[in-house]
C-alpha cells in the first residue's frame, strides 16, 4: 500500500527478516557486546534480545524457518547456531515434533575456527548450512552445524554477492 509502517533505529550494524517477513532481528552499533534484538516488523514489539557473542561484530541470519538462526563473529572467531525452545525436541528421523513459533532462541551448537575472517552465511533448501569465509573457501554444514559436507577454496572478495540455486548449487 506504501503505507510507511515504522522507522528502525539509525545505528543498525546488521539486519535480517525472517523468512515470512513478520520478524526482523538487527543489531546496533550503541554498545560493545554484541547482542541481537528480534522484533514484529510490524508494530515494533520486542520479541527477543539476546547476547549473541560479547562482541559487536556479529552477522547473522535466519534459518529457513524461524526455528533457526546462525551467527558468527570474526572477531570471537566462532559460529553458533540457535533455536527456538520448543522447536528443538526431535523425532528419529530427526524433524521436529514442534511446530511452534513461540519460546527463546538458546544456543544449541558452537564452532570455533582457528583464523579471523569476516563471514557470511546462506541456507540450502534442504537445511544445509552454507558458511562463506571472506577471503577463505565456502563450506557446506549440516542443518544441526555438527558434519563439514564439503567445502571449496573460492577465494570470495569482500563484497561478494551470491545466492543458492534450488538445486543446491
Request: aromatic share 10%; hydrophobic share 35%.
Amino acid at each position: 500500500t506504501g503505507e510507511f509502517i515504522r522507522k528502525l533505529p539509525s545505528d543498525i550494524r546488521h539486519y535480517a527478516f525472517s523468512n515470512d517477513s513478520s520478524k526482523i532481528a538487527f543489531c546496533t552499533t550503541d554498545t560493545e557486546r554484541g547482542f541481537i534484538k528480534i522484533e514484529d516488523v510490524r508494530t515494533g514489539e520486542l520479541v527477543q534480545r539476546f547476547i549473541v557473542h560479547g562482541i559487536n561484530d556479529v552477522i547473522f541470519a535466519f534459518g529457513l524457518t524461524d526455528k533457526t538462526i546462525i551467527t558468527g563473529s570474526a572477531r570471537d572467531q566462532t559460529v553458533r547456531l540457535w533455536q527456538r525452545e520448543g522447536s528443538m525436541n526431535t523425532s528419529s528421523t530427526g524433524v521436529s515434533s514442534s511446530e511452534s513459533n513461540s519460546g527463546k532462541y538458546v544456543e544449541v551448537k558452537k564452532l570455533t575456527f582457528d583464523y579471523c575472517q569476516d563471514l557470511i552465511f546462506a541456507f540450502q533448501p534442504n537445511g544445509n548450512i552454507v558458511i562463506g569465509h571472506k577471503g577463505g573457501e565456502v563450506e557446506v554444514w549440516s542443518p544441526d552445524l555438527r558434519t563439514k559436507l564439503c567445502y571449496a577454496p573460492l577465494k570470495m572478495e569482500y563484497n561478494t554477492l551470491w545466492c543458492i540455486a534450488e538445486n543446491g548449487a
